[in-house]
């Protein structure tokens, strides 16, 4: 079992940014591909980046070059910079990871996009 908690989301105007982070029950250093997804009302849930245990980086093109995803293996964190936001970047933001084929998901957090 791997247990994520995402903190860092809430309310910014369009233009700003905003760091998630994701706190992983387990060594994130190996045998773990970690990444978030994004879910706007309804829509289907969606990539927006992840990174492998190779440390190789993924994203969409509707965020590549605005959003970087990184780690911290020391402590097992992943985040999410997200910079120049638009509002339609909002949306619940889920961390994930893949351990052994698979799939852990966590709460979720809000990330609005307004002015």
């Known amino acids: 079992q791997v247990q994520l908690v995402e903190s860092g989301g809430g309310l910014v105007q369009p233009g700003g940014s905003l760091r998630l982070s994701c706190a992983a029950s387990?060594?994130?250093?190996?045998?773990?591909?970690m990444g978030w997804f994004r879910q706007a009302p309804g829509k289907q849930r969606e990539l927006v980046a992840r990174?492998?245990?190779?440390?190789?980086?993924d994203y969409p093109d509707s965020v590549k070059g605005r959003f970087t995803i990184s780690r911290d293996v020391t402590k097992n964190t992943v985040d999410l910079q997200m910079n120049s936001l638009k509002p339609e970047d909002t949306a619940v933001y889920y961390c994930?990871?893949?351990?052994?084929?698979?799939?852990?998901w966590g709460q979720g957090t809000q990330v609005t996009v307004s002015s």
């Open positions: 994930n990871a893949v351990r052994h084929f698979l799939t852990f």
């Open positions: 387990v060594s994130i250093s190996s045998d773990i591909a």
């Open positions: 990174i492998f245990a190779s440390g190789v980086t």
